[in-house]
């Protein structure tokens, strides 16, 4: 058995234990540790009293938090927001092509064009034939993104948005990254604010979170140079709020940046979410080493993955959400996320990513029915919620009975007579 699995197994019954105390009821015990120190014990403190932690105090957290102390500060703020409630949706994706123009250094999916054999690049008809490929699936949401080639332009995108509005008007279009739109929008010569609009009125409804990797230039020049800069990704994200749109942030971690490069990530979030209030979650994302170009670079440990969630869950006071990407972490690491901050594990994707599984992940192809979510979720003391894009409640399944739940099988045991 591995010492992560050993020591998680370890962790779980502690948790165990003393969930059975009270978020609240931890924290406070905490805090009258005498072998915890004066800082962590001040951080503790502003956690209690709903006090903004400082750039500082983030990284001190990085350097010197445990995970249990990590856990017990970000559980209680997740039980404070949601209580049990674990989040999920009922989604699908397209990929448009996995070939691109740009050279991102830990990128596992993209092809660069000189390798087009390896690639694919789906027509407006191939993506429209997905889209109807689920027309009596209950799902509420198609997520586009994919490489960036110049033949997905404005034009492009906008029609297939309107197509797929048209169609089935109540399916939510979340799609492309501000790499997208930065590339896309230059190359029509239009201003990002005019550009946005355009793709609402197309049928846009949300962006999802991809291409912030890390913000600081020290390393954003080193992994993704060449596409939109930390700036151009948060001003995308910014006129589309102004429009009244919501959309999600990611972190790409655990590679050579520094915990001060996270701190610095996460902190301009914060700083665009207090002027517009437009986020409704953060994604962490594991940095995965296979068949890119960082393959020399180790994978961050399931111990670090569960502190940083619990940090960012600490850190960013003003977003409502976490996120664990369950095909990304594995089942097992997304369950114990939710001790840890997170409240959201995505969907059921149905098998329509590459993104994953190319870089490595335990999942090779991604799927599970809304059961084995629920599932999931229920396994580990929590409460299933099927939600929307935006977070409404589509199904509450707590007391839910699966209509085609397996009967139990009684088998006849022998009489001795
Ligand atoms: S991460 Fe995105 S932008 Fe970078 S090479 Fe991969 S597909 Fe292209």
């Given at each position: 058995?591995?010492?992560?699995?050993?020591?998680?197994?370890?962790?779980?019954?502690?948790?165990?234990?003393?969930?059975?105390?009270?978020?609240?009821?931890?924290?406070?015990?905490?805090?009258?540790?005498?072998?915890?120190?004066?800082?962590?014990?001040?951080?503790?403190?502003?956690?209690?009293?709903h006090?903004?932690?400082?750039?500082?105090?983030?990284?001190l957290?990085?350097?010197?938090g445990?995970?249990?102390?990590?856990?017990?500060?970000?559980?209680?703020?997740?039980?404070?927001?949601?209580?049990?409630?674990?989040?999920?949706?009922?989604?699908?994706?397209?990929?448009?092509?996995?070939?691109?123009?740009?050279?991102?250094?830990?990128?596992?999916?993209?092809?660069?064009?000189?390798?087009?054999e390896?690639?694919?690049?789906?027509?407006?008809?191939?993506?429209?034939?997905?889209?109807?490929?689920?027309?009596?699936?209950?799902?509420?949401?198609?997520?586009?993104?994919?490489g960036?080639?110049?033949?997905?332009?404005?034009?492009?995108?906008?029609?297939?948005?309107?197509r797929?509005?048209?169609?089935?008007?109540?399916?939510?279009?979340?799609?492309?990254?501000?790499?997208?739109?930065?590339?896309?929008?230059?190359?029509?010569?239009?201003?990002?604010?005019?550009?946005?609009?355009?793709?609402?009125?197309?049928?846009?409804?949300?962006?999802?979170?991809?291409?912030?990797e890390?913000?600081?230039?020290?390393?954003?020049?080193?992994?993704?140079?060449?596409?939109?800069?930390?700036?151009?990704?948060?001003?995308?994200?910014?006129?589309?709020?102004?429009?009244?749109?919501?959309?999600?942030?990611?972190?790409?971690?655990?590679?050579?940046?520094?915990?001060?490069?996270?701190?610095?990530?996460?902190?301009?979030?914060?700083?665009?979410?207090?002027?517009?209030?437009g986020?409704?979650?953060?994604?962490?994302?594991?940095?995965?080493?296979?068949?890119?170009?960082?393959?020399?670079?180790?994978?961050?440990?399931?111990?670090?993955?569960?502190?940083?969630?619990?940090?960012?869950?600490?850190?960013?006071?003003?977003?409502?959400?976490?996120?664990?990407?369950?095909a990304?972490i594995?089942r097992?690491?997304?369950?114990?996320?939710?001790?840890?901050?997170?409240?959201?594990?995505?969907?059921?994707?149905?098998?329509?990513?590459?993104?994953?599984?190319?870089?490595?992940?335990?999942?090779?192809?991604?799927?599970?029915?809304?059961?084995?979510?629920?599932?999931?979720?229920?396994?580990?003391?929590?409460?299933?919620?099927?939600?929307?894009?935006?977070?409404?409640?589509?199904?509450?399944?707590?007391?839910?009975?699966?209509?085609?739940?397996?009967?139990?099988?009684?088998?006849?045991l022998?009489?001795?007579?």
């Amino acid at each position: 058995m591995r010492l992560d699995t050993l020591l998680i197994e370890a962790f779980c019954y502690f948790c165990k234990k003393s969930f059975l105390m009270g978020a609240e009821n931890n924290l406070q015990v905490l805090l009258q540790d005498p072998d915890l120190s004066a800082d962590l014990k001040h951080i503790a403190a502003k956690v209690l009293n709903h006090e903004r932690i400082t750039f500082d105090e983030g990284v001190l957290l990085y350097e010197k938090g445990e995970l249990g102390y990590l856990g017990t500060l970000a559980n209680y703020i997740r039980e404070e927001r949601h209580g049990d409630k674990t989040y999920f949706n009922r989604n699908f994706h397209i990929e448009p092509t996995n070939l691109c123009v740009y050279d991102c250094k830990f990128c596992s999916y993209s092809r660069l064009l000189k390798q087009k054999e390896e690639g694919w690049e789906y027509t407006m008809d191939e993506m429209f034939d997905i889209v109807k490929k689920y027309d009596d699936e209950p799902v509420t949401e198609v997520h586009i993104v994919g490489g960036v080639l110049p033949q997905y332009d404005v034009p492009f995108y906008t029609e297939l948005f309107s197509r797929i509005k048209k169609h089935r008007p109540e399916l939510h279009v979340k799609a492309l990254t501000p790499v997208e739109y930065h590339y896309i929008f230059k190359k029509a010569k239009i201003d990002y604010a005019t550009g946005m609009k355009m793709m609402m009125d197309a049928g846009l409804e949300s962006i999802p979170g991809g291409g912030a990797e890390i913000f600081h230039p020290e390393i954003r020049d080193q992994i993704a140079k060449d596409k939109c800069t930390a700036d151009q990704w948060l001003a995308i994200h910014e006129e589309w709020h102004k429009l009244g749109g919501r959309s999600n942030a990611t972190m790409l971690y655990g590679h050579i940046e520094a915990y001060k490069h996270r701190v610095d990530h996460m902190e301009r979030l914060r700083e665009l979410q207090d002027k517009t209030g437009g986020f409704q979650t953060f994604i962490p994302l594991k940095f995965r080493n296979k068949d890119n170009q960082m393959s020399n670079v180790p994978e961050s440990t399931v111990i670090e993955d569960l502190r940083n969630y619990a940090i960012a869950r600490i850190y960013l006071d003003n977003f409502d959400h976490i996120k664990a990407y369950w095909a990304m972490i594995s089942r097992t690491t997304a369950q114990l996320s939710l001790n840890f901050g997170v409240d959201d594990i995505d969907g059921t994707l149905d098998d329509t990513t590459k993104i994953y599984s190319m870089a490595g992940a335990e999942e090779q192809n991604p799927g599970m029915s809304t059961k084995q979510l629920v599932e999931l979720i229920k396994q580990v003391g929590r409460h299933p919620i099927e939600r929307d894009t935006l977070y409404n409640v589509i199904t509450d399944y707590n007391d839910y009975q699966f209509a085609e739940e397996p009967k139990p099988q009684y088998y006849k045991l022998p009489v001795i007579n």
